[in-house]
């Protein structure tokens, strides 16, 4: 699903934020991405759905080299990627309805079936009641499940998750990250970046630790048998 081969990513002024980063995530699997604050998780994500390119080494998804991708084509290769932010980055302007339909209306989907899959998203994450409310009445919790329910309404076979859970309380948290196992479980690859080192311990999937923007080996890293 995802590989990185001996990836390094600087920014103008001359600030590594990665050094040859190479590892795999496979399809279908779920991977924590940590690391302190400035270590290169955001950039790595960033590479992932064409945000940024990389300085040296290659990106590739689906066996798909990242690095030759033209600009154009960034849309294609982003359909295939749900995108989930921690400050949910909802429309304010738009209902929730709205808010989750948006990557559909950009694809021009028809209404018929924007309206199908905005609502078979909005049941995975429990707020089938909340399509008509505006983000603003929402709790965070709920935003953050209106911010998935978009992400995965297409459908993408990847989920990348920038601090999905870092405005939340632990229990919050872990709803979240059960969603996220739900997903999984249904064949969707995962990988979710976080400082919750606790989360990490407890969720027990293998982990991705970025130190000073290169990969390291992580003592709390388990696979699941």
């Known amino acids: 699903m995802i590989q990185f081969e ?7 002024g001359g600030h590594r934020a990665l050094e040859k980063v190479s590892f795999e995530l496979a399809d279908g699997e779920l991977a924590f991405l940590t690391g302190h604050s400035g270590a290169g998780k ?3 994500l960033k590479l992932i759905s064409v945000m940024e390119r990389p300085s040296a ?3 590739y998804i689906n066996g798909v080299n990242l690095n030759v ?7 294609y290769v982003r359909r295939d990627i749900g995108i989930i932010f921690q400050n949910h980055r909802l429309l304010d302007r738009y209902n929730v309805f709205d808010n ?3 990557p559909l209306v950009i694809e021009g989907m028809h209404h018929k079936n924007i309206t199908k899959r905005v609502h078979a998203a909005l049941d995975k994450v429990g707020l ?7 983000p603003s009445t929402l709790s ?3 935003q953050q499940r209106v911010g998935i329910a978009r992400a995965i309404v297409n459908s993408p076979p990847l989920l990348l998750a920038d601090e999905p859970t870092g405005n939340l309380d632990p229990e919050l948290s872990m709803e ?3 969603l996220f196992e739900d997903f999984n479980r249904h064949g969707t690859a995962v990988l979710i970046a976080t400082h919750d080192l606790g989360l990490i311990a407890r969720m027990k999937y293998k982990s991705l630790t970025l130190d000073h923007g290169r990969l390291i080996t992580d003592p709390l890293a388990q696979e699941v048998l």
């Open 6 to 12: 001996n990836v390094s990513k600087t920014y103008p």
């Open 128 to 134: 089938l009641n909340k399509v008509k409310c505006q």
């Open 100 to 102: 989750v339909a948006l």
């Open 176 to 178: 979240i990250l059960k």
């Open 140 to 142: 965070g919790g709920e």
């Open 69 to 75: 991708v033209k600009n154009r084509q960034i849309p």
């Open 57 to 59: 080494g290659h990106v």
């Open 42 to 44: 955001s950039t790595l």
